[in-house]
T-cell receptor, first 114, second 114 residues
């Protein structure tokens, strides 16, 4: 089944404890992206990648890191999480190397930082 | 940073009524997408419009991209309870170095009562 998977789906952690949220797609998509969703703010793009080893900042990259060493994986790293990073995070992929290709979203990761 | 103003934020209507959701910006977008999101799931693409003045229809849903590619609308005819959900517009930057950067509106929560 073609899909985007994220792990974990739920995570509660403490301030400053490094964490990684994994994202994997099995559709051989060029484009991958991370978003956070907060009430009243819609989705805001954190980072995106148009191909392996190519990553660019979205609108809210501060406090996050990403890497794209393989086509299928695009992990999101929070080196030192803070409470303002409590949010619902979505990973997405698209077949073409620009955003207007249809994006397939993962199921989301709900992160709470205390 | 490009901004997309989506309105209204909340819409509560009776089954059978018509409605329109607007997405406006002062920036030009190379394409604009509309998504629908249900609770606990990631957004699902409804349509992508890329040409100024373009109109696309998806059953009872009509999508329009403004002539100047700065705004878009979603019109639903004879709304049904199954249309209930969060509707999001998203625009891709038109800048030459910014392909891949996607900006979302705040979203419209639509509730259709039987």
């Amino acid at each position: 089944e073609a899909q985007v998977t994220q792990n974990p789906r739920y995570l509660i952690t403490v301030t400053g404890k490094k964490l990684t949220v994994t994202c994997s797609q099995n559709m051989n998509h060029e484009y991958m992206s991370w978003y956070r969703q907060d009430p009243g703010l819609g989705l805001r793009q954190i980072y995106y990648s148009m191909n392996v080893e190519v990553t660019d900042k979205g609108d809210v990259p501060e406090g996050y890191k990403v890497s794209r060493k393989e086509k299928r994986n695009f992990p999101l790293i929070l080196e030192s999480p803070s409470p303002n990073q409590t949010s619902l995070y979505f990973c997405a992929s698209a077949p073409s190397n620009y955003a207007s290709g249809e994006q397939y979203f993962g199921p989301g990761t709900r992160l709470t930082v205390t | 940073t490009q901004l997309l103003e989506q309105s209204p934020q909340f819409l509560s209507i009776q089954e059978g009524e018509n409605l329109t959701v607007y997405c406006n910006s002062s920036s030009v977008f190379s394409s604009l997408q509309w998504y629908r999101q249900e609770p606990g799931e990631g957004p699902v693409l409804l349509v992508t419009v890329v040409t100024g003045g373009e109109v696309k229809k998806l059953k009872r849903l009509t999508f329009q991209f403004g002539d100047a590619r700065k705004d878009s609308s979603l019109h639903i005819t004879a709304a049904q309870p199954g249309d209930t959900g969060l509707y999001l517009c998203a625009g891709e930057d038109a800048g030459g170095t910014s392909y891949g950067k996607l900006t979302f509106g705040q979203g419209t929560i639509l509730t259709v009562h039987p």
